[in-house]
């Protein structure tokens, strides 16, 4: 099968999971999902940022017309209504949402009732599943772009697909492609930075502004994005460094210090602050016994924790720490970019002082904070299952499929509550859930 077939049958597999993903009971639309699609709103059909008149019947279609602004929204400068979230992905979709809503309400008036309750549709669903299928595209542009380092890495057209489709289809990839997260677009932006420094060594100028813009909006998409902006910025100077390559290290500069003034200019706009606001706000020291405690505390629970660990769901990335041998002794280069990169986001996450919110995500799915950097974590998880032995490999590979089918059979056992007792422990019972470990504070 040539390259290109085998990609698009990749990418063909993965949207038809996705889209069946959709026709089962989700949380989709709940959580920080509908606060973005508000925002989406403002700018695409008022041309504003004030959040004044974007919620509750105002927006029929957010939230099913009852949504409350809650503690989303704050009064910023001279009083003015304001998220509390970043607007790079609302800017992103606006164009997006200037289509689907009036599509939305052209279905709902030519599709007959019947029809619709048949589907169990309505239309805020119908405008959501419709917003989904948006979402599982960019997740098939991430799969391909997977699909190529795989090969790039040594991987056989067959191998590439196959650990690609395990990738892309488990948690957490799985249900944050088809949610209104920032997670997935960070994930894809991220890759595709990484993908063009690291692995294909871009060329030109124009090329390298784009990177360089690509790399200072993942910070306009998420405060927290900062931990991908920093060593990809760094990445990208390092392998631009000498005299030969100093237009296109211009270039690449230019293009991340532009969009961090843009984030910059619309922080200190909303709150009369150049960084800090109601999400990106640093904590006081708690000392350094309370500090390292905490990390300690997130960083297993990030891991391991019974609702939001990452392992706990997705036990292929276990191999990951296997598959840093192998890729270390052949691109070298490539390890030590995905181990920094990775490494530096996470400590920033783990950290109390950066980090106010917390590691678990509130109500989300499992590994919402780790999926930015899935990807690469699954370039090691390639390697690992080419270096365990067979038997094993395949046990953890079964596992994980056991696992993800299950998730995409019932994707709501993905969503907890955060109080120390994961959803699925509904179905397993107490005596095996109290042997897993809860790191939520109760």
Not at 153 to 180: M, N
Request: hydrophobic share 55%; glycine share 10%.
């Amino acid at each position: 099968m040539p390259t290109s077939g085998a990609r698009r049958a990749l990418q063909a597999m993965v949207m038809l999971a996705l889209w069946g993903l959709l026709t089962h009971g989700t949380h989709a639309g709940t959580g920080d999902e509908p606060h973005y699609l508000a925002i989406t709103h403002s700018i695409a059909f008022d041309g504003d940022l004030d959040l004044a008149n974007n919620y509750g019947a105002a927006e029929p279609l957010v939230g099913g017309g009852v949504l409350q602004p809650e503690s989303h929204v704050r009064p910023g400068a001279g009083g003015v209504i304001r998220p509390v979230h970043d607007v790079g992905m609302p800017l992103v979709f606006a164009p997006v949402v200037r289509v689907l809503v009036p599509v939305t309400n052209l279905l709902t008036r030519i599709v007959p009732e019947s029809a619709m309750q048949w589907a169990r549709l309505n239309p805020p669903v119908l405008y959501r599943h419709l917003l989904s299928l948006v979402m599982a595209m960019f997740a098939t542009v991430l799969a391909g772009m997977m699909f190529d380092a795989f090969v790039l890495l040594g991987a056989s057209q067959k191998t590439a697909l196959w650990v690609t489709a395990l990738l892309a289809l488990s948690p957490p990839l799985l249900i944050f492609s088809i949610l209104f997260f920032t997670e997935l677009l960070s994930a894809l932006l991220c890759f595709v930075v990484f993908f063009a420094i690291a692995m294909r060594d871009a060329k030109g100028a124009a090329r390298w502004w784009w990177l360089g813009c690509a790399t200072g909006f993942l910070f306009l998409i998420h405060a927290r994005n900062v931990g991908l902006t920093l060593p990809l910025a760094a990445l990208g100077l390092y392998h631009l460094r000498g005299r030969a390559r100093r237009h296109e290290a211009a270039a690449f500069i230019a293009g991340v210090a532009a969009l961090v003034i843009v984030r910059t200019a619309v922080n200190y706009w909303f709150w009369g602050t150049l960084v800090s606001g109601p999400h990106a706000r640093v904590a006081d020291w708690p000392g350094v016994a309370a500090l390292l405690g905490e990390m300690t505390t997130r960083k297993l629970g990030l891991l391991v924790d019974q609702e939001f660990g990452l392992l706990t769901y997705a036990p292929v990335y276990a191999c990951a720490l296997a598959g840093a041998i192998p890729l270390w002794t052949t691109r070298r280069d490539v390890a030590v970019a995905i181990v920094l990169t990775s490494m530096f986001y996470v400590t920033l996450i783990i950290c109390p002082v950066t980090n106010v919110h917390g590691w678990s995500g509130g109500w989300n799915p499992a590994g919402r904070f780790l999926t930015p950097i899935a990807p690469l974590l699954g370039l090691f998880v390639f390697a690992g299952l080419r270096l365990l032995p067979r038997g094993l490999s395949i046990a953890i590979v079964g596992l994980q499929i056991a696992i993800s089918a299950y998730a995409w059979q019932h994707p709501k056992v993905l969503w907890n509550d955060g109080d120390g007792r994961a959803a699925f422990c509904e179905r397993l019972g107490d005596r095996v859930c109290d042997l897993l470990p809860s790191f939520v504070s109760r």
